[in-house]
């Protein structure tokens, strides 16, 4: 087991990686407002009828904002850096399966990019995308992983289920202007490396666009620091400039 914890937790580091900031990183900044994000399985497994949880009554002795039942940024919001034109790559990346959940729980590509569903599991997944006929259920036994590329050419979200484990849900946003994506760490920070040039910040939960989008201007050369948070959970349209 703790072989196998190890290798989900090397495999999640390296999707980071890869989406991340392979280069030193030349944008940076810190969300706010990810405590207003509740992701569906959560809402859904705390409704009396799920009878998939039994929820404590919240002690008194435990501070008000640690009692709220949230997303993990790192894992469930992807803020991703967007132009018109996009530079965004194709290379295959690795989604894990470990814990009875999908890691990320959100991610946005260019259309067809190989996403491979590795099963870090001891039992079996049978992963299928919902309404659409382009990933039927299959078992995914453990140790072993499937393949499925997010379809093109424009815009689209797809929603990834399980048939065996309702816990398994995660989202794949496709979008052509993306040129790289982040996640938030512990700290609520996240930086991109990105070519210089205008960008638009996009943050995405549970497969949908949340908070304001954010103007910024890379640099060939010098780190551009957000003046203010990205605030993820706020409402309404728009870009913010930084």
Not at 4 to 15: H, P, V
Not at 40 to 57: L, N, Q
Not at 96 to 119: A, C, D, E, Q, W
Not at 208 to 226: F, I, P, Q
Request: charged share 25%; hydrophobic share 40%; with cysteine.
């Amino acid at each position: 087991m703790r072989k196998r914890l190890a290798l989900a937790l090397l495999a999640l580091l390296s999707l980071l990686s890869a989406y991340g900031n392979a280069a030193a990183p030349n944008v940076r900044g810190k969300i706010s407002g990810q405590e207003k994000l509740l992701p569906e399985v959560f809402a859904e497994a705390a409704k009396t009828d799920s009878r998939r949880w039994t929820w404590r009554e919240p002690s008194p002795s435990v501070a008000a904002q640690f009692r709220t039942l949230s997303g993990t940024p790192s894992r469930d919001l992807c803020i991703a850096a967007t132009r018109a034109g996009g530079e965004g790559t194709q290379e295959a990346v690795r989604m894990t399966i470990t814990g009875g959940r999908v890691y990320p729980t959100t991610i946005v590509v260019v259309p067809g990019t190989p996403l491979v569903f590795k099963n870090f599991d001891p039992f079996k997944h049978r992963l299928y995308v919902v309404d659409q006929q382009t990933m039927k259920a299959e078992d995914i036994q453990s140790g072993a992983s499937r393949t499925w590329s997010a379809p093109g050419p424009g815009q689209g979200r797809f929603e990834v289920r399980d048939e065996l484990f309702p816990s398994v849900r995660t989202f794949v946003v496709v979008d052509p202007e993306v040129v790289q994506i982040a996640y938030p760490n512990r700290e609520g920070a996240f930086s991109f490396s990105l070519p210089p040039g205008d960008y638009v910040l996009k943050a995405f939960f549970g497969g949908k666009e949340v908070g304001r989008r954010v103007s910024v201007n890379a640099k060939e050369h010098g780190m551009v620091d957000l003046k203010e948070p990205f605030n993820v959970g706020a409402s309404g349209a728009g870009v913010d400039s930084k």
